[in-house]
Every structure is written in C-alpha cells, then in structure tokens.
DNA sequence: GTCGTACCGGAATCATCAATTCCGATTACC
DNA sequence: GGTAATCGGAATTGATGATTCCGGTACGAC
C-alpha cells in the first residue's frame, strides 16, 4: 500500500556483517547463560559469553526484560504445544507421565523457562495467560480422572506447584544433575490413583491459582 | 568459686530497664518477621516490627548474622530432636510419616529455620553439622527399610531435597497456608515400599549431599 | 525536680551489585 | 583510504540494605 515502498530516504540500510553475527552470538549466548543460570545472570555474563562487550547488546536490544522476552516468547507456546503432545498419548495416565517428564525436563534443561512459567514478579504469565494454560491442562485431567487412573481430587492447577517443587532440585548437584527424576517419580506415585486415603488438602482453586502464579506485568 | 564475684570495679552495671525491654522485643520481632519473611527480611522490617530505630538493633547485637545465629543456634539440635521423638514411635512408617510432618510443620511455621537447615552460603548448617544430620537420621531410615516399609533405595540424604522441594510451597499462596500438607503426602506416598519400578535415579551419595547443603562459613 | 549518662531514633553513610549509557577506538564496506 | 557504523568496556546510575553516627530523650540516682 505505501505509495514510496523503497524510497531512498527511508530505506533502511543492511547491517554491518560484523553487526549481524554479533546479534547471533548475543542470542545463542543469552539462551545458553539464561538457560544454565537463570534470568537472574547477568548481561555481563552474557557479553561475556558470546565474546563482546555490553554496550553492543544494548545496541541489539533495549533492555534486558526485551531480552527476555524475545528469547521466552515461545516458551508458553511451547508449553501448550507439550499439552497436546501429551493428549495424542492413548494411555490416559501415560499421557499425564509424559507431560510431566517432556516439561520437567525442559525446564531442567533451561532455568529461565521454568523461572517463566513460575511467574517472579517481574515476569511470567500475566493473568489471562495462567488461564489459558489451566484450560489447556483441563482435558488431560479430566481424560485421566474418568479413567480412574488419576488420585481422586488431583486438578490442573496442582502442576504449579509441583513444577515450583521441581524447579528447586534442577540444579542441586552438578554431580547429579538427572536427581530431579527421582523425585518427579516419588510425585507421580503420589498422583496416581490407589486405595489410599484422599489427599490432606484441597488443591489451590483458580483465582488463588492466578493469583500466586501471574506477573504484575 | 570467684573470690570477687562483685568486685566495684569490674561489676556490669544493670541495665536500664527500658533497655532490656528493647532487647525483648527485638528477639521477638525478629523471630517473627524471620518466621514470616525467611532470612532475607531487612533490619529496617525487624526494628519496625518491634517499634524501635535500626541503631537500637546494634546496641544489642553486632550484626545481623549474629541475629540469625543466637535466634537459630538451636534449631539443628532441635530438628535433631525431632528425629529422637520419631524414633520413639513404634510403628516404623509412621515414625517416617511423623518426622517429616513435624519438620515440615515447623518450617512452615518458620521460613528463616528451613533457610537455615538448607544452608544458602552464607547461613545453614557446616560440613560437620550435615554430617551429624545425616547419622542422626540413618537409624529412622534403616529401621524403616528393614521392616519393608521403605521403598527401596530410599535413603537419609533424599531428606534434603525434600525440604527443599516443601520449602518451595510453604508460602505459595496465602489463601491456603497448609497447602504443603497436600504435597507431602505427594512425596510420602512415593516414599513408601510399593510393588512399583525402583525409583530412577540413586539418591545422593553422602559426599555430593554434604557438598550441597552446607553453607562455605 | 534536676542532672548525668545510658540509651534512643532514624538520617546519613558505606558497600555491593547490576542495568544502562557514553565515548574514544576500531573496522567493514565503498 | 575515507568514513560512518559498530565496538569494548569504563563510567554512571539506581536500587537495596547493612552499618555508623550524632543530636536528642528519658531513666533513675540524688
């Protein structure tokens, strides 16, 4: 529609090679430090990282929440995506061990998208974001609760906490760094149905569930 | 036995009585906001919450840290307590059931006593406290696993990780604040000798777990 | 009551840490 | 070779929180 698409006076000019590569090296790098830290790193860190200085990420981004931003953009996406994955699975329960395994390790494999998905205050899923992840979980639960497979009174929104449980043994020992698994094979056991008494305490219902786990944005 | 028990010239003059109110109170605030905010709470919190000024909190204690240290000095003997009530209890899964509840509770109750048993570099228990720790706990275990009612593998050093993980939900939401109790049982359901696959990940080694949970002094 | 001093409040200081800005030096591209 | 885009990384800014300091305040001896 523009009447003057490549007029000289506006068209932009192609970024230095030099230029370019670097904004390729910041990204693979901010992913890798974000990934192995958490977003709490630091731009130095990640200048450091991809072999440059910082001012040439502030000339490749405009703060470090963009940053972020950029890099998790997908990631709830993405999470949804593991969702259904998940329901393409026959067998309802394992189906919900799956999930729970691709996710975990995910977020094992990268701080910053489990830090993502918790919510920190500063970022996360905002409000209408957690509700459409609680919806998406919903089939997969309910399949595997009229399956009876599911411990009675399990509910989507106990995911939360439990990756919040996961997310604080990710990084305990370098010297084991696949410990998370044993204890995500402990909560499994706890969720699946069994003859034994119903669970102490009802699950967070969805406003509190928003509430604890949405940014402030 | 001292010949000059009340000698005029070295006899601590008594405190002004408004002095060792203060000094009250502060113990008490900081126990509270401690208890409520976990470790991280500022001096300014502590002397707010006990309606003083900030320098009054020097007058009485050299540093922060050492606040922490003369509020939580006991709380490792104490936790090793807990374990002695449990071992009391004859039934030997429900001793297991009983020391984590306990513990459990108490750091709900607490957050600055789970940072503290949790070590964060700059507090938490040393190298040989964790030591103490682990031997403590190791009869509760064996006595549990030779009467099969362990699931088997499950060891004294898989104690940390799970506070760690339970101390991820105590203050997930104010809505709820005994919400942790559901997620033990999670864990205590997955602890218990089944018919199901071995767990697939060994604990950690007593080295690894030591390396991990002991703050550097 | 009043005086001396132990004690107080809380503003100011110090320290740390990390995001962001700036500018002289460098380098890709013509 | 010229020059403007780009770079490195030191300096700046801002925030936060422990610690210090000092002009008052008020306890308690007289």
Not at 190 to 198: E, F, K, Q, S
Request: aromatic letters at 8%.
């Amino acid at each position: 529609m523009p009447a003057d698409a490549d007029a000289p006076s506006t068209r932009p000019r192609p970024k230095r090679r030099d230029a370019a590569l670097n904004n390729d090296r910041l990204i693979e790098a901010a992913r890798e430090v974000f990934a192995r830290r958490g977003l709490s790193a630091t731009l130095e860190d990640i200048a450091a990282h991809a072999g440059v200085g910082v001012g040439t990420i502030y000339r490749n981004f405009a703060s470090k929440r963009q940053i972020i931003e950029t890099l998790y953009d997908a990631a709830i996406d993405s999470a949804l995506a593991d969702v259904q994955t998940a329901l393409e699975i026959d067998d309802p329960w394992l189906a919900i061990v799956t999930f729970f395994e691709v996710t975990a390790a995910n977020q094992a494999r990268d701080r910053g998208l489990g830090e993502c998905l918790l919510g920190d205050d500063a970022v996360g899923p905002n409000e209408h974001t957690a509700w459409r992840l609680v919806a998406t979980l919903t089939p997969l639960f309910e399949r595997a609760t009229k399956a009876g497979v599911l411990r009675e009174g399990v509910t989507t929104t106990d995911v939360w906490p439990i990756f919040a449980m996961l997310n604080s043994v990710y990084g305990l020992s370098d010297a084991a760094p696949d410990l998370w698994r044993r204890y995500l094979a402990l909560l499994l056991d706890g969720l699946r149905a069994t003859d034994r008494p119903p669970l102490p305490e009802p699950a967070l219902d969805v406003d509190s569930f928003t509430a604890t786990f949405s940014a402030v944005d």
